[in-house]
C-alpha cells in the first residue's frame, strides 16, 4: 500500500504536469537551478573542508541546517507549500490504515526533489568534516534525521492548521503574521546585536544555542564530537531523536483528526439587498469589474499577503536606516511600495481562476476588465503609496525632496500597472486557489511567477529610468531637478498606464478564450 501511494503522488504529478507546457517548463527550470545551487554548496563544503577551521566549520553546518528546518516549516506559507497530493481530505474515502497513511505520506514526501536536493547537501557536510574522521562518519545519519526532522516537521505543521483552514481570519492572518517575522529576523538580529560586537562574533553563540534545539540537535553532533564534546553529542542525538518521535506523535494525531473531520468552508450569510462595492461604483462594465475585485481584495487572503510588502518594507528600510547611522534608506520608502504595489496585478486573473469565465460569457472587453482592475488595485494603492512616501520623507526630514519622492512612487506604480495590465493579459500561471490550504503547493507556481514578476520590473525600471536619472540629480546637484523629475515620472506612469491599459485589452480580447482554458487545466490538475 506505501508502493501504491508512493506511485499514486508521482503519478498525478507527471498528469499535473502534462496538463500545462509552462508548469513544466518552470519546474524544469526550477529544477535545474536548485541543481546549480547544489552544486555550488557541495563545492564549498569541499573546500572547507579542505582548507577550513573545524570550529567554523561547526558554526555554519548548525546555522544552515537551523535554516533548512526552519526554513521547512515557515517557507511554505512564504513562496510555494507543501506538496499536498497526498492530501488527507482526499484519501479519507479510502480505507487505507492510519499507520500506512503516515510512512506513505512521509515515503512521498521524501521522495520529493526538495527533500532530495536537502538530503544530497546535508550529505555533502561529510566533505566538510573530512579531515575529522568521526564527525564525518556521524554525518551521514544526522543528515538523513537533520532532513527528516524537517519534512516531518513541514507535515506536522500543515496537518496542524487543517482544522483552522475553515476560518477565513486565519487564513488571512497566519502567512501574514509569518512572513512579517521572517523577513524580520535579520534586521532584528543586526540590531540587537549592535552593541555586543560584530554580527560575525555572535555567530558562534546562536550556533551553539541552536544546537540544543530541535532546529539545529541533529547537525550539531558531527559539531560535538569534532570538538571532543561526546556527552554533548550524544545528548543532542537524543534531542534530535525525541523531536522526531514527537513531531510522529503530533502528525498521526492531526492525520487521524482530519481523515474523520476534514475541514469546511466557513458560511458568511449576507443579508437581502448588500451587494457591497457593487451599490457605488460606477454602472459600466468597467465599475463591475471594479466592484468584484474590491470584494476579492477585501475577502480574499491571498491579496492580504500581497499588500503586506508596504508596511513591511517600511519597518525594513527603517531599521536598515537605524543600523547604518541614520542613513536615508527609509526616504525611498514611497517609491519602493509604490513599486511593489504595482505587481499584485500581475496575478490577478490567475486568482480569478475559472470565475474569469463571467468576463467571457458577459462579453467584456478587455479595456473595461483592465481599467476596473486597475481602478480597483488603485483605490487601496494609492494611499499606501501617499502615506510611505510622507513617512518616508518626513522621518528623515528630507522634505525638499518630496516632489522627487512623489513622482517617483506614483510613476512606479502607474507604471507598474500599465506593465502589468498587458503581461496579466498573456500569462496566466498555477497559483492557490481561493481556500486552498496555506501549506498547498503547486509544482512550478513559484519559479513561473517569480519569472514573471521580476520580467515586469525590469521593464518598469527601464520605462521609468529618465525619472530615476532625474531623481538622482535632484539628490546630487538640487532641488530643480526634483520638480523635474515629478513632471516626468508622472507624465511616463499615465503613458504607460494608458498604452498598458489599450494593449492589454486588445490582447485580452484575442487571449481571453485560451487564458480560460489555460485556468481550467491548472485548476483540474
Known sequence: MVATLVR???RILGNNLKRSTWQLVATILGGLYALGMLGGLLLALIVAGQAGDPRWIGVAVVLGGSLLTLGWVVGPLLIGGVDQTLEPARLAQFPIPLRTLLVGITVAGMLGIPALVSLVAGLGTVAAWIRVPAAAIAAVPCAVLGVLIAV???RTVAALSASLQSSRRYRELSS????FAVILIYPAIIFFTQGSG??????PGLANGLGWTPLGASWAVPAAIAGGDWVGAVLRLLIALATVVLLFVLWRRALATALVTPPSAEIKRVARGKIGAFAWVPQTPAGAVMARSLTYWRRDP????QLISAPLMLVILWFYSTINDGAPFLMWGGPIVGFFLAMVLVTDISYDGTAFATHLIDGVRGRDDRLGRVAAAAVIAVPLTLIATLIGVGLTGEWTRLPAMLGLAFGALATGYGA???SSARFVMPVKQAGDNPFKSTPGAGFTQG???????????LVLS?????????LVIGPLFGWIALIVALVIGVVALIIGIRVGGRLLDRTGPTLLAQLKRMRNA
Open 8 to 10: 499514486l503522488r508521482f
Open 198 to 203: 560584530t554580527f560575525v562574533d555572535t555567530l
Open 420 to 422: 502589468a495590465s498587458v
Open 176 to 179: 501574514v503574521i509569518i512572513l
Open 302 to 305: 491571498r491579496y492580504g499577503q
Open 152 to 154: 516531518v516537521a513541514s
Open 466 to 474: 529618465p525619472a530615476i536619472v532625474l531623481t538622482v540629480l535632484d
Open 451 to 461: 519569472l514573471q514578476t521580476f520580467a515586469v520590473w525590469g521593464i518598469v525600471l
